[in-house]
C-alpha cells in the first residue's frame, strides 16, 4: 500500500514491531494503518468501526477481518511477552483491548516523536 507520507508509516510501523506484534502476522499492518490514521484524523482514535472500515477499504478486506487480525496480533503479543506490553498500557492484568493498545501506543508514538523532534513533513 502506498502512503502520503512513507517515512511516518515506516516510523510507526518499526514502534509497532518494538511494542512486540510480531511483523509477519497481518495485525501488524493493520495496527501501524490504524495509528497512521490516527495521526491524520485524530478523531478516528473515538471512533473505532470508522478506522476498521478505512483500513479494510485500504487493503481490500472487510472491517471484521481487520478486527479480528489486531485482536490476534495483540493476544499473541500477550502470550508471548506481556511485560513488553506493560511498557505501553499500564498496568496490564489482561489481554488490552483493540482500541485501548491502539490509542495507547499512537498517543506513546506522538510523545515520542514531540521529545525526539521528528518531523515527517
Known amino acids: 500500500m502506498q502512503y502520503a507520507n ?3 508509516y515506516q516510523f510507526i510501523h518499526e514502534e509497532v514491531q518494538k ?3 510480531f511483523p509477519h502476522v497481518s495485525g501488524c499492518k493493520y495496527i501501524a494503518c490504524a ?3 490516527i495521526f491524520d484524523e485524530h478523531d ?9 472500515k478505512k483500513i479494510a477499504s485500504q487493503y481490500d478486506t472487510t ?9 490476534h496480533a495483540i493476544t499473541s503479543a500477550y502470550d508471548s511477552n ?3 506490553l506493560e511498557k505501553i498500557v499500564k498496568p496490564i492484568t ?5 482500541s485501548e493498545f491502539v490509542c ?3 498517543e506513546k508514538i506522538r510523545l515520542q516523536m514531540m521529545v525526539e523532534e521528528k518531523e515527517f513533513a
Open 104 to 106: 495507547t501506543l499512537a
Open 35 to 37: 495509528i497512521y490514521y
Open 82 to 84: 506481556p511485560e513488553m
Open 6 to 8: 512513507e517515512n511516518l
Open 63 to 71: 472491517y471484521t477481518a481487520v478486527e479480528h487480525c489486531i485482536r
Open 44 to 52: 478516528l482514535m473515538y471512533q473505532t468501526m470508522n478506522l476498521y
Open 19 to 21: 511494542a512486540g506484534i
Open 94 to 98: 489482561h489481554h488490552p483491548s483493540n
